[in-house]
């Protein structure tokens, strides 16, 4: 084979993958609703913030569950704190947790998947046991787990989070691994000679790219859940740090009398769910029929 055949890949050029991006991403009404959910959270989380007149953790019992006016659009809680100011500060570190610990998980699992299905053999046995391990679990209760044994704190439900989280990375990018790996082009570079670290940058991980970064858009929803979820039960954010599960969970105790204190973070956490989970499906739409499969089974 010659060196032509070995820098054959199929890799689109640069311009033509950000063409295929964006046709996904404005295909579809639903999809383009998505997007704007996303960057209208990402541009409260970065401004709201700063434009915000009220501090977050300040009290004002004389103000306390007062009801949506112009001077507090979303009302007061039950130590006169402005809601709405608590939720903008409360998007940003949510949306901070949630690409912490999606970053981590795609890491670790990418790391591992393209291990495993490259070098094989024991190894890949090893790992992918490892792996089928975590799965056995529902991710949830494993992260109560960790999080109940390490502590309440967000950084330790960051840790839980993140550990119950990189397996499916793992048997995803392991799957498109085993897929390439055998190919003509794969082979022609491993019979010339290249380095494993060569076939991997050039030739193995551009092919999980994008099915890995369509996993990651569906995982932050998922993770903000999970974050609120664990925060509710008092295992993450504590008092008084403006954190959507915490909020949730002050405010349960007022919803007859001031149903705002619940019904606003858990609007927002719907939305954001619903926003990641809308841009997700239309990354997937870009890929191909059997890369999509994979991801769903996830």
């Known amino acids: 084979m010659s060196e032509d055949a070995?820098?054959?890949?199929?890799?689109?050029?640069?311009?033509?993958?950000?063409?295929?991006?964006?046709?996904?991403?404005?295909?579809?009404?639903?999809?383009?609703?998505?997007?704007?959910?996303?960057?209208a959270l990402?541009?409260?989380?970065?401004?709201?913030?700063?434009?915000?007149?009220?501090?977050?953790?300040?009290?004002?019992?004389?103000?306390?569950?007062?009801?949506?006016?112009?001077?507090?659009?979303l009302g007061t809680d039950q130590l006169g704190?402005?809601?709405?100011?608590?939720?903008?500060?409360?998007?940003?570190?949510?949306?901070?947790?949630?690409?912490?610990?999606?970053a981590v998980r795609l890491?670790?699992?990418?790391?591992?998947?393209?291990?495993?299905?490259?070098?094989?053999?024991?190894?890949?046995?090893?790992?992918?046991?490892?792996?089928?391990?975590?799965?056995?679990?529902p991710g949830i209760v494993l992260a109560l787990v960790i999080a109940g044994i390490l502590g309440p704190s967000l950084t330790n439900v960051m840790v839980a989070l993140a550990v119950v989280g990189w397996a499916s990375y793992a048997r995803l990018v392991r799957s498109s691994v085993l897929s390439v790996r055998e190919r003509e082009f794969v082979t022609a570079s491993r019979l010339l000679g290249r380095s494993r670290a060569h076939v991997l940058g050039r030739h193995l991980i551009p092919n999980?790219?994008?099915p890995v970064v369509v996993l990651a858009t569906l995982d932050v929803g998922g993770v903000i859940l999970g974050t609120a979820g664990l925060s509710f039960l008092g295992l993450g954010a504590q008092p008084p740090t403006p954190e959507w599960g915490t909020m949730l969970a002050s405010g349960r105790n007022y919803l007859r009398t001031a149903w705002w204190l619940v019904n606003a973070p858990g609007v927002l956490i719907m939305l954001t769910v619903f926003g990641f989970n809308l841009l997700g499906d239309g990354l997937r739409d870009a890929l191909s029929p059997t890369q999509s499969a994979h991801i769903e089974q996830l």
């Open 81 to 102: 704190r402005d809601v709405l100011t608590r939720l903008l500060h409360g998007a940003r570190l949510s949306l901070g947790i949630a690409i912490a610990v999606t």
């Open 107 to 137: 890491s670790l699992g990418t790391a591992v998947g393209l291990v495993a299905g490259y070098v094989g053999g024991w190894v890949d046995e090893a790992l992918m046991r490892l792996v089928d391990t975590l799965l056995a679990f």
């Open 6 to 39: 070995a820098n054959s890949a199929p890799h689109r050029p640069v311009g033509a993958r950000w063409r295929r991006w964006y046709e996904a991403l404005t295909t579809t009404r639903l999809t383009k609703l998505g997007a704007g959910l996303v960057c």
């Open 42 to 73: 990402f541009a409260l989380a970065v401004f709201g913030p700063a434009v915000s007149p009220y501090d977050p953790a300040a009290q004002a019992l004389a103000h306390r569950l007062e009801a949506p006016s112009l001077a507090h659009p």
């Open 208 to 210: 999980v790219v994008a």
